[in-house]
């Protein structure tokens, strides 16, 4: 039996009075028991998605269901929703036990429930012993913790996390995002959480809804996403990207830069134009004349594990490269890389046209090995099903 979403979103649209929609026709589904995260630039509708499942606003248009019930009307008091904000929200004239038990106590808990859940509560979040602790005495990643320990008091179906971790230094953020993840699997309770940190979002989530101007550009799991972005805003946004014009040639052909390459792609148009993807860790300086490409060395930064090396080809393209090596500004080098570092973009592609094309590729390589099976006079293949693995 197919589990029931525990939120889905069926041509959601939210706009205000001036015309402008915050959301355009949005659909998705929500699983059970999954840390997902909305991932964009400011103002491009994640913390409006937000705002929508905890019921703080409703939808211009479409429908809100959670575990398959409309909830469009549904007042904010009375979804199974809980919220952690980016200033989390605490009383500072509670202290620590008091503010984790806020919202038992308005449902009138008995006192030894409140004392055990609070109790409970604060151990998972690694606070316990801290009741009585006040907020003003609490540290940044504390504090958060204490949030998150509210939130989770009333045993919620989803925990919203709006930027949660933006306050906190680089350190202590990197350690928290540790602690969410880890904090989610043990809860099991689904998490969405909201950042335009991309690193943030590929680090800590099973699932990423990448959006841009309040459409879905693009959802997936973090490999998915950063091995097979649809499209140059996608490739962009997730990580550091090379983009060059190219066309293709045929199957497994492709042409830029002025030369011919082998790639992994097919089944685009023999002569479409396309865009050419390579990330910059894909790329191997060698010595001139050795490489795939000729290119100088224009400029060098070092980031700590690797340079960042900027250079120019023959035909006028920037490349980035990630390489332990130091270059010297002016340089001559080469430039290889393997067929498989190359991801082929399709202008104007939807995320549907994608999926469809990749299970193209997962169909006729099923009827290949059957064809080979039968010249082999070997019996039928073992049919593997769902979304292939590695670039498209």
């Known amino acids: 039996m197919e ?3 525990v939120i889905s979103f069926r041509g959601v649209t939210k706009q205000y009075e001036d015309g402008v929609p915050v959301l355009n026709d949005v659909s998705f589904d929500i699983e059970r028991g999954k840390f997902y995260t909305l991932l964009g630039p400011s103002g491009c509708g994640k913390t409006t998605i937000l705002r929508l499942i905890a019921g ?7 429908e809100i269901r959670m575990d398959g019930k409309l909830i469009n009307d549904l ?7 809980n919220t952690v904000f980016q200033d989390y929200a605490l009383f500072p004239h509670l202290n620590v036990f008091d503010n984790v038990a806020f919202g038992l106590r308005i449902r009138k808990l008995k006192k030894d429930e409140i004392e055990r859940k609070v109790e409970e509560a604060l151990r998972f979040v690694n606070l316990e012993g801290y009741g009585k602790r006040e907020i003003r005495e609490m540290s940044g990643g504390q504090r ?35 602690e969410l993840r880890e904090l989610q699997r043990r809860l099991g309770i689904t998490f969405i959480f909201v950042t335009h940190d991309q690193e943030e979002a590929l680090a800590m ?10 459409i879905i550009e693009q959802s997936g799991t973090p490999t998915d996403i950063y091995d097979e972005p649809i499209n140059r805003f996608v490739a962009d946004f997730i990580g550091e990207s090379n983009i060059v014009p190219g066309r293709m040639l045929d199957d497994y052909r492709v042409e830029f830069a002025g030369k ?3 790639c992994v792609d097919r089944g685009l148009r023999r002569g479409e134009p396309v865009e050419i993807v390579i990330r910059p860790e894909d790329l191997e300086m ?13 400029t060098q930064l070092f980031r700590g594990v690797h340079y960042e090396i900027i250079c120019m080809d023959d035909s006028g393209n920037e490349w980035m490269v990630h390489s332990t090596r130091k270059a010297v500004v002016g340089e001559a080098i080469g430039l290889d890389f393997d067929p498989e570092a190359i991801h082929v973009m399709r202008f104007g592609e939807s995320e549907e046209d994608f999926d469809r094309r990749l299970e193209g590729y997962e169909e006729a390589e099923n009827a290949e090995e059957a064809a080979l099976r039968r010249e082999l006079g070997e019996g039928p293949p073992i049919v593997e099903t769902g979304r292939p693995g590695g670039n498209s």
């Open 144 to 178: 958060q913790r204490v949030a998150i320990a509210r939130a989770i008091v009333n045993e919620p179906k989803l925990l919203l996390l709006d930027e949660p971790l933006s306050a906190l230094d680089l350190k202590l953020r990197t350690e928290m995002q540790y």
């Open 205 to 214: 989530s099973d699932e990423i809804f990448v959006l841009n101007k309040g």
């Open 75 to 81: 007042p904010a008091n009375k979804r199974q929703v």
């Open 286 to 298: 060698t010595a001139a004349g050795a490489g795939k490409l000729a290119a100088t060395v224009d």
């Open 3 to 5: 589990q029931v979403p």
């Open 260 to 262: 011919e390459f082998e």
């Open 56 to 62: 703080f606003m409703e939808p211009t248009s479409g």
